[in-house]
């Protein structure tokens, strides 16, 4: 291209964008106020997480993780987080951590796998924290977790022996790569490391002295193979509790330390006046069911859990109604019909707390637990896991 | 009548894969991992299974009542009990064969289906294909004694891409590996 003919290009552009600003200002509505100013582009700065925002990952076909206000039913942001990442909310509420899977050439190249610390308030990423390797694997809220300190970040490995990773949050450092076999699926333990389930179905405890690690196991107490345990289990900080759900509707509740206590079960379906879920075929019954099927709201000790009408072995079939199970008493205390069949679950913290769902379709309800009326209906909310900024 | 019997089905897989394959460093090592994995922690499940209840893999499942031999693109086809993602005959490839430029992966969940041709039972192995994006085509997710992570040779939402070039998931395959006895 010659001197002149760039030289016409950009006087071309230049009357374009002239005349684009043009229309802009004719085509404004009539302000009689104020004498409409031009404007330069800005960044939104945000708040910390608060009790009732919810955040849903996109899944499969839609990276990132989207930030809503449950109040307004409004999406306020959006966390970096691409296919098969793990999204963590530091307790304190001042960086979302992702653990993430890329390569340098795109889909190849070198593999890196890291955790990307970003501020609540800006979403700027801060740091990538270099780790050996990851698990990839969708919908699942317990490979990557934080304890209850803030401190410590675990993110679980396959490759295919199975590993954990130790990360210090605060040097910002990966420390140790752990092994851990047989299990998988982690829960803070608050002064001893983590605990995690396991194929012989007991439940392993990780002692953790700096890089070293003592394992182990309570005695087996579930299936893995015959009624396994939903690896999307509850976890409550406060309590230093965990809720476990099986496939067949058997519920336990584990006190966490260095040898965690694991209660008797009760069926879900018994809690209801009906007959226990068997794992027998041709036995219609309501079952649990989803990618993550229940979510604990910790003042009232009440757990929902997705529920579907099925037979054995639909454990990933979407909900079509909500059971809100009253753990102290071990009583379905109502049940409540869903109009479209949903599949993750998850419920906030509040004084008034709201009930989070999303589906197959990427559909989000957001309902008043005090009233059940639903609040919001958000379409492309995303149709993957759920976390609030207070998570069990 | 035969208990269902992951352990069995570890080591008929294994056997499989250890004759059929070369002693690359690569395929050696997940050898290795997947043999020590499943050895010690299954043990123990082993003899808890003899209290539970009847569910071999001959007391058919909702799936196993409706499945048919005919046609391998199509989600209900019998080897696809426990399948998670898009068919790879439906991507170009075949029922145990990749998508040109794809790649298999070494090692697999399984599943354990019933043809209704013979009314036995067989071993499946769900190879992924690896190194090309999604395909998309014929989106399966079927969960025959799918169970969860911690058993992860039975659970179908991993990606499997280990020991391949790239880890990018592309598709599904379901190689018969034997009659599951």
């Known amino acids: ?392 | 009548m035969k208990k269902f019997d992951a352990d069995a089905m570890g080591e008929k897989l294994l056997r499989r894969l250890a004759g059929g394959t070369s002693r690359r460093s690569m395929l050696s090592r997940l050898g290795a991992a997947l043999v020590a994995a499943p050895a010690f922690p299954l043990l123990p499940v082993s003899r808890a299974e003899a209290a539970k209840p009847d569910r071999s893999p001959e007391a058919k499942t909702a799936f196993a009542r409706t499945a048919q031999s005919k046609d391998e693109t199509k989600c209900d086809y019998w080897r696809y009990c426990a399948i998670d993602g898009a068919l790879c005959t439906c991507c170009g490839g075949g029922i145990h064969s990749c998508p040109a430029g794809s790649e298999p992966s070494p090692v697999s969940w399984v599943g354990t289906c019933i043809n209704p041709d013979d009314g036995k039972a067989y071993l499946i192995a769900y190879r992924d294909c690896c190194g090309k994006p999604a395909c998309g085509q014929c989106g399966c997710d079927n969960t025959d004694r799918e169970t969860q992570l911690y058993m992860p040779q039975l659970n179908n939402d991993v990606i499997w891409c280990f020991g391949t070039s790239s880890m990018e998931y592309h598709c599904s395959t379901a190689v018969l590996v034997g009659a599951a006895s």
């Open chain 1, 1 to 392: 291209m010659s001197s002149a003919a760039v030289r016409g290009f950009f006087a071309t552009a230049a009357m374009g964008f002239a005349l684009c600003a043009a229309v802009t200002v004719q085509a404004a509505p009539a302000d009689t106020t104020a004498a409409l100013e031009p404007e330069t582009s800005d960044v939104v700065t945000m708040e910390p997480p608060k009790p009732n925002w919810f955040f849903v990952d996109g899944g499969w076909d839609m990276p990132g993780t989207s930030i809503f206000d449950g109040d307004s039913g409004k999406m306020v942001g959006m966390v970096e987080t691409r296919r098969l990442a793990d999204m963590a909310i530091d307790p304190a509420g001042k960086y979302y951590y992702v653990a993430e899977t890329i390569w340098s050439k795109g889909d190849r190249g070198t593999r890196q796998d890291m955790v990307s610390v970003y501020d609540t308030r800006e979403l700027k990423l801060i740091t990538e924290i270099t780790i050996p390797d990851r698990i990839l694997i969708g919908s699942r809220k317990n490979n990557f977790i934080i304890s209850d300190d803030g401190k410590t970040g675990f993110v679980y490995n396959l490759s295919p022996a199975s590993s954990v990773n130790i990360v210090d949050l605060v040097k910002r450092k990966f420390v140790a790569n752990v092994e851990l076999p047989g299990c998988a699926s982690m829960m803070p333990n608050p002064g001893v490391g983590f605990s995690a389930l396991c194929a012989d179905g007991s439940l392993a405890t990780v002692k953790l002295t700096g890089s070293k690690a003592d394992i182990t196991h309570s005695a087996p107490f579930f299936s893995a193979t015959d009624d396994p345990i939903f690896d999307n289990f509850t976890y409550d900080r406060k309590k230093k509790e965990t809720t476990l759900l099986s496939y067949t509707g058997q519920i336990w509740t584990a006190k966490l330390g260095p040898a965690p206590t694991i209660s008797a079960p009760f069926s879900i379906q018994a809690a209801a006046g009906i007959r226990p879920g068997e794992t027998k075929p041709l036995e219609l019954n309501w079952y649990p069911g989803g990618r993550q099927p229940m979510a604990l709201h910790r003042a009232t000790g009440h757990l929902f859990v997705l529920m579907h009408m099925g037979e054995y072995w639909s454990h990933k079939a979407s909900g079509t109604e909500v059971w809100e199970v009253d753990l102290a008493t071990q009583k379905v205390v109502k049940r409540r019909p869903l109009e479209e069949p949903m599949n993750n679950i998850e419920v906030t913290q509040s004084d008034k707390p709201l009930l989070i769902m999303d589906g197959e379709k990427g559909t989000a309800l957001v309902i008043d637990l005090a009233t059940w009326e639903e609040k919001h209906k958000i379409e492309k909310a995303g149709g993957s896991t759920i976390t609030v900024a207070d998570p069990s």
